[in-house]
């Protein structure tokens, strides 16, 4: 079976998520290879970034594949990730897995370009949370769409395994 290149875009390599980013990223164990695209700075106060040191080191050590990219906010309502609207022009990626914030400007031209070319997409996102406003409501659902499978845990089982 062919190893699938998969292209991981958090908003930020925080620390705390290091671990199950190295689980993901151990291809010994799955049938996937992925490389993650995220900043390096720290956006958010009290939000610690990975060490850098874990990019693109040797997976024994701990390491992940990490391409980094820069993040621009604008007045804390949306958000434009560099590199990100390219991605899917890339062939070297078989799917994507998107963070799931629907004010991420850049996510959905990325989106729209995956999905025009026939790329599997998958947001790794809480969904709706219940407490949104009807404008943010529509928004959201609207954003969804993008991706065939609605629930996490079901996208991500399918993404890494067999599922159709």
Same mark, same amino acid.
């Given at each position: 079976?062919?190893?699938?290149?998969?292209?991981?875009?958090?908003? /930020?390599?925080?620390? =705390?998520?290091?671990?199950?980013?190295?689980?993901?990223?151990?291809?010994?164990? #799955? %049938?996937?290879?992925?490389?993650?695209?995220?900043?390096?700075? @720290?956006?958010?106060?009290?939000?610690?970034i990975?060490?850098?040191?874990?990019?693109?080191? #040797?997976?024994?050590?701990? !390491?992940?594949?990490?391409?980094?990219?820069? %993040?621009?906010?604008?007045?804390?309502?949306?958000?434009?990730?560099?590199?990100?609207?390219?991605?899917?022009? /890339?062939?070297?990626?078989?799917?994507?897995?998107?963070?799931? @914030?629907? %004010?991420?400007?850049?996510?959905w031209?990325?989106c729209?370009?995956?999905?025009?070319? !026939?790329?599997?997409?998958?947001?790794?996102?809480? !969904?709706? =949370? !219940? %407490?949104?406003?009807?404008?943010?409501?529509?928004? /959201?659902?609207?954003?969804?769409?993008?991706?065939?499978?609605?629930?996490? #845990?079901?996208?991500?089982?399918?993404?890494?395994?067999?599922?159709?």
């Open positions: 079976m062919k190893i699938k290149n998969i292209a991981l875009l958090p908003d /930020r390599f925080a620390s =705390y998520r290091l671990p199950i980013f190295q689980k993901l990223r151990d291809s010994k164990r #799955n %049938n996937f290879k992925l490389t993650i695209f995220a900043d390096i700075k @720290e956006d958010v106060k009290g939000v610690k990975a060490d850098t040191s874990y990019a693109n080191t #040797n997976q024994e050590k701990g !390491g992940v594949i990490w391409r980094k990219v820069k %993040n621009f906010t604008f007045k804390n309502i949306c958000f434009w990730q560099s590199r990100v609207f390219f991605l899917p022009f /890339r062939r070297d990626f078989d799917a994507f897995i998107y963070w799931g @914030e629907a %004010n991420r400007i850049s996510t031209f990325s729209i370009i995956a999905k025009l070319l !026939g790329r599997k997409i998958v947001f790794w996102s809480h !969904g709706i =949370y !219940g %407490n949104e406003k009807p404008i943010k409501l529509y928004i /959201r659902k609207l954003f969804y769409k993008f991706q065939k499978l609605r629930y996490l #845990n079901r996208s991500l089982a399918c993404f890494f395994n067999t599922c159709k």
